[in-house]
Nanobody, 117 residues
Framework: QVQVVESGGGLVQPGGSLRLFCAAS????????MGWYRQAPGKQRELVAG???????NYADSVKGRFTISRDNAKNTVYLQMNSLKPEDTAVYYC???????????WGQGTQVTVAS
């Protein structure tokens, strides 16, 4: 059974930091491209950051220089370090695991991040 579980969300003040965690089980983690997406109320889900099986990362323009995605294949975990948070970063953050060759695609249940004074 495949499970993708996010954690680490919460309430933080503007300018603060949070680190999100995503643990995947039931898959061969090292062959999956991992991504963090977010969805704010009334908006479409958008890609925040992605990391390839080889460790190459890409970011949405809105988070470049503030967020860092990383992965630990030994722990089947992907991280999202979020610094200099802004109120517009408020959203539910979702973790995604995608295997390009097979098309297999898994989502977590999401974790709420709220940036407010």
């Amino acid at each position: 059974q495949v499970q993708v579980v996010e954690s680490g969300g919460g309430l933080v003040q503007p300018g603060g930091s949070l680190r999100l965690f995503c643990a995947a089980s039931g898959i061969r983690f090292d062959i999956y491209r991992m991504g963090w997406y977010r969805q704010a109320p009334g908006k479409q889900r958008e890609l925040v950051a992605g990391i390839t099986t080889g460790g190459s990362a890409n970011y949405a323009d809105s988070v470049k220089g503030r967020f860092t995605i990383s992965r630990d294949n030994a722990k089947n975990t992907v991280y999202l370090q979020m610094n200099s948070l802004k109120p517009e970063d408020t959203a539910v953050y979702y973790c995604n695991a995608r295997q390009q060759v097979s098309g297999l695609n898994y989502w977590g249940q999401g974790t709420q991040v709220t940036v407010a004074s």
